[in-house]
């Protein structure tokens, strides 16, 4: 999904992460951020809630937010030249969290959309699913900004991305079945590692039964907030072009706990957000239509 910069490239930033929570010197982080912003292009770029209009560059649409749920927003900004959308998800509580981060170019604007439902230096956490551009590109500004923030992962993410990466800031990596309490909103996570990753978790919100599922379930090209569509065979015809799936075995596994789950709404990274009523439609496509990687890469066909 494109390649991010790293936050902080300074020996100062560096700080070794473990699996669990843990607080580093911020001053000396935040500090080390701000002179690095100090030498970046700042765009800010936003409008009203619900609104979307071209950027300055032309080549994708404003952000846009919807409320998706109780206390839930789903920030959107749909790229016509990757045909897919992009998507944060705010969950307001007395504990916020931000669920994905967007890539690093997009932080400003994803930041702009954010300040729009809640001030952002109050994110309590700051959930990235899996470590990808998409997910984690603007987690260092993030944490650097909310004093409080702690980066949410799973333990494995934790263990074979943090132990070294350029990243300094407290972070919890957990396991499945762990809970972050945000208030009136329980997060549940689930390890589902190589769906798409071999770090990848979701998150799942107790309160509104709602899935945080990231690459799983997503509909190309500009969705509405809700879809009730059944585009589950141009999701598999997606996820088969982009070879974004090594194999099977692991989403159907992952897909067969969740039709037990029964999640009310799931809220996907790509895409709009999905009622009870037709996810079994996307369940039904992946189980029956081919999905999984067949040489071809973002529709490039390997010579091998």
């Given at each position: 999904m494109g390649a991010s910069r790293a936050v902080g490239n300074s020996p100062e930033c560096f700080a070794l992460i473990e699996a669990d929570t843990r607080r580093v010197d911020r001053r000396r982080f935040t500090e080390s951020i701000q002179r690095w912003l100090s030498h970046s292009r700042a765009r800010y770029l936003h409008g009203p809630p619900g609104t979307r209009r071209p950027d300055v560059e032309g080549n994708r649409t404003m952000a846009r937010i919807d409320q998706v749920g109780d206390g839930i927003?789903?920030?959107?900004?749909?790229?016509?030249?990757?045909?897919?959308s992009f998507n944060q998800f705010v969950i307001n509580d007395e504990r916020p969290a931000l669920v994905h981060t967007g890539v690093y170019p997009m932080y400003e604007e994803v930041r702009a959309a954010v300040s729009q439902i809640l001030d952002p230096s109050r994110l309590a956490y700051v959930i990235v699913p899996h470590f990808e551009a998409d997910e984690c590109g603007g987690m260092g500004r993030f944490v650097a900004e909310a004093k409080e923030a702690v980066l949410v992962c799973s333990a494995?993410?934790?263990?074979?991305?943090?132990?070294?990466?350029?990243?300094a800031g407290p972070v919890k990596g957990v396991q499945d079945g762990d809970v972050v309490d945000l208030g009136k909103h329980r997060l549940r996570f689930l390890e589902t590692p190589h769906v798409h990753h071999w770090d990848s978790m979701m998150a799942f919100d107790e309160t509104t039964r709602?899935?945080?599922?990231?690459?799983?379930?997503?509909?190309?090209?500009?969705?509405?907030?809700?879809?009730?569509?059944?585009?589950?065979k141009d999701m598999c015809q997606w996820y088969r072009a982009a070879g974004l799936f090594a194999g099977e075995k692991p989403v159907l596994r992952v897909v067969d706990y969740l039709a037990v789950l029964d999640p009310q709404w799931v809220h996907p990274m790509h895409g709009g957000s999905l009622p009870r009523d037709i996810l079994p439609r996307y369940v039904h496509a992946l189980r029956t239509e081919p999905f999984v990687f067949d040489g071809r890469i973002f529709g490039r066909t390997l010579p091998w």
């Open positions: 927003y789903r920030i959107s900004v749909f790229t016509p030249e990757k045909r897919i494995a993410g934790a263990r074979i991305n943090l132990l070294q990466w350029d990243y709602s899935l945080f599922p990231s690459d799983l379930f997503i509909q190309p090209g500009e969705q509405p907030p809700i879809v009730h569509e059944n585009l589950g």
